[in-house]
């Protein structure tokens, strides 16, 4: 009976057809539908009266965070209307908005704004909603003093309070970009910020936010895609926290525990030492500030684990002491110690001074590196111009990013190399490794997108190769802006042949637009003749050479075998 159910049901009923029959729209509608009947029976049965819309009308006004929806609405202008989003909202411009250099100040101001795609936006847009509200609830719109009132002088102003808390955004986003490490972007470094605010004030609130804010993720990809088809394929897969500004988020995370601490400490409002602890170890674990890394060149990382694991078990304690502990000297804890020639500070006050050294040695180095800009030193001259552009294809050279500011006795870790198309700007202070060589041959395929404020111009680049009977590869790359011919700007060494036809061996090389055949014997070139096209053959040498789709056959005195076959990359194999 089962066998047969397995062959009648699915002819009955076609599951992806009834599916996919289904209007995007009607989808939407059953989903704000079953959200509105949930949130409609919490509201009702867990709260009675209302008394979540009181609470929230007792900190914002009209119950909701104009602050953080203000500094929200900034970072959408500028995806929108300075990235080109608008047009292209998966595809915005973003090279040319990454603080690089104080020389380059547009990239500085808009670098913390700016985001690499929808998706990291979104990202970015739906934490800072969760953090960002806890944050400002903690400050408040109206006066948390006992008998304090709105009105009663400027602070406490609610709308002068929504002002400061706004601009505290705009600030702390021009901050983390002015003394990021590297070429920042993103909001994220403001979304740490927000969260160690809202750590110190509501630590276990700020837990279910780690947890709640990746379900906004999933509601919006629900709403937008409610159908997902799911296949094993093959893919390029990066170096996922390569691509992470570790430095820029712990900066960020360490300046809001500071703000909040001093705003809970103004208002002399005590803290739980064990949550602060928990929400410390929960936020900094779950969102991998232990990740310490280092460039190893061409593609590959060093992260050190356990150093890092170290350093947030001791974040955690001196969160607690700045947050929680006592504003007692420490001589005052010391049996005997009546020595008061020199004032000896607080555990509070030692704390906050480890904080803050950190902050500032982080800001001199960020500092340092902004101050400099990278060279073009090892630029190839087989490169692509698009207005202030180059783009070109390196191999194995000095990543210029890393290498921006010298260290002594530190050369080997900043002289760090590396291979693939890499753009070049001299007016934006710009070095950057776009598509790294094992992505390009990994694709076969890729896209540099330049641009600036009002103009994109796309440049694709591709890999052709061959592999030879032994395993040898060669390959070809070619570099095309959008409406104009290709340009060959990187050839790889000859493919020499694991075997020997007539005492003659065979290699294949790059030629000027295409590749060739070369024949050798005795150390000596016979012959070199054009690739065949598909279905055709040449004779170079004495040996017939013949295309037959994606593969090459050499025949001579009646033998014939494989020599060469079509380098296809493995995410375009069937």
């Known amino acids: 009976m089962s066998a047969s159910l397995a062959v009648v049901v699915p002819a009955a009923l076609d599951v992806r057809g009834l599916a996919e029959s289904i209007p995007l729209q009607m989808w939407q509608a059953f989903l704000i539908a079953s959200v509105l009947f949930s949130v409609g029976v919490l509201y009702r049965v867990v709260q009675p009266g209302g008394r979540w819309g009181q609470r929230l009308r007792s900190r914002f006004v009209l119950g909701v965070p104009w602050g953080t929806v203000l500094g929200l609405s900034v970072v959408l202008g500028v995806y929108f209307f300075v990235q080109g989003g608008l047009a292209h909202r998966f595809d915005p411009v973003n090279l040319p908005f990454r603080a690089t250099s104080y020389a380059y100040p547009l990239g500085v101001v808009l670098a913390g704004f700016s985001h690499f795609g929808w998706g990291h936006l979104l990202g970015n847009l739906l934490s800072g909603l969760v953090f960002g509200s806890i944050a400002e609830y903690g400050w408040s719109h109206y006066p948390t003093d006992r008998g304090g009132h709105s009105f009663g002088s400027w602070l406490t102003n609610p709308f002068v309070r929504i002002g400061l808390f706004f601009v505290g955004i705009i600030v702390a986003g021009l901050a983390t970009a002015a003394l990021s490490w590297g070429p920042l972007i993103g909001f994220s470094g403001v979304v740490y910020l927000l969260a160690g605010v809202a750590l110190v004030f509501y630590p276990i609130t700020t837990i279910v936010g780690i947890v709640a804010w990746p379900r906004?993720?999933?509601?919006?990809?629900?709403f937008n895609d409610p159908l997902q088809i799911a296949e094993p394929s093959v893919g390029y897969s990066g170096v996922g926290f390569a691509g992470t500004a570790v430095q820029g988020?712990?900066?960020g995370f360490l300046i809001g525990v500071l703000i909040g601490a001093a705003i809970l400490h103004r208002r002399r409002r005590a803290a739980s030492p064990g949550r602060i602890w928990f929400a410390a170890m929960i936020y900094t674990v779950a969102n991998e500030l232990w990740s310490i890394f280092w460039y190893l060149g061409n593609s590959q990382y060093i992260r050190f684990r356990t150093l890092g694991t170290m350093l947030l078990f001791a974040l955690a304690g001196l969160i607690v002491l700045v947050v929680a502990g006592s504003d007692r000297s420490l001589s005052d804890r010391v049996p005997g110690s009546?020595?008061?020639s020199m004032p000896i500070p607080s555990g509070r006050q030692v704390a906050a001074g480890v904080i803050l050294f950190s902050l500032v040695?982080?800001?001199?180095?960020?500092?340092?590196?902004?101050?400099?800009?990278?060279s073009g030193a090892d630029f190839?001259?087989?490169?692509?111009?698009v207005r202030d552009y180059e783009i070109a294809y390196v191999q194995n050279v000095t990543n210029q990013q890393i290498a921006v500011?010298?260290?002594?006795?530190?050369?080997?870790v900043t002289n760090v190399r590396t291979s693939g198309v890499v753009v070049y700007s001299e007016q934006r202070r710009l070095w950057h490794q776009v598509i790294s060589e094992s992505n390009l041959e990994s694709r076969g395929s890729g896209r540099v997108l330049v641009g600036g404020v009002g103009w994109r111009e796309p440049v694709y680049a591709y890999r052709s190769g061959w592999e030879v009977v032994g395993g040898d590869v060669t390959y070809q790359v070619f570099l095309r802006p959008e409406s104009r011919e290709p340009k060959l700007v990187h050839t790889a060494d000859p493919a020499i042949a694991d075997v020997i036809l007539a005492n003659r061996t065979v290699a294949i090389r790059s030629g000027t637009d295409t590749f060739e055949v070369v024949v050798r014997r005795d150390n000596q070139t016979l012959d070199i003749g054009r690739f065949p096209s598909n279905g055709n053959n040449v004779t170079v040498g004495g040996i017939t050479f013949e295309r037959a789709n994606?593969?090459?056959?050499a025949?001579?005195?009646?033998?014939?075998?494989?020599?060469?076959?079509?380098?296809?990359?493995?995410?375009?194999?069937?």
């Open 555 to 574: 025949s001579v005195d009646g033998t014939a075998l494989r020599i060469a076959q079509r380098r296809i990359p493995p995410t375009r194999r069937r």
């Open 216 to 222: 906004l993720w999933h509601l919006f990809s629900a």
């Open 405 to 412: 500011v010298d260290l002594p006795l530190l050369d080997q």
């Open 361 to 374: 040695l982080m800001s001199v180095v960020g500092v340092a590196i902004n101050l400099s800009a990278p």
């Open 249 to 251: 988020h712990a900066f």
């Open 338 to 340: 009546d020595d008061r």
């Open 550 to 553: 994606q593969n090459l056959y």
């Open 380 to 385: 190839s001259d087989d490169s692509i111009e």
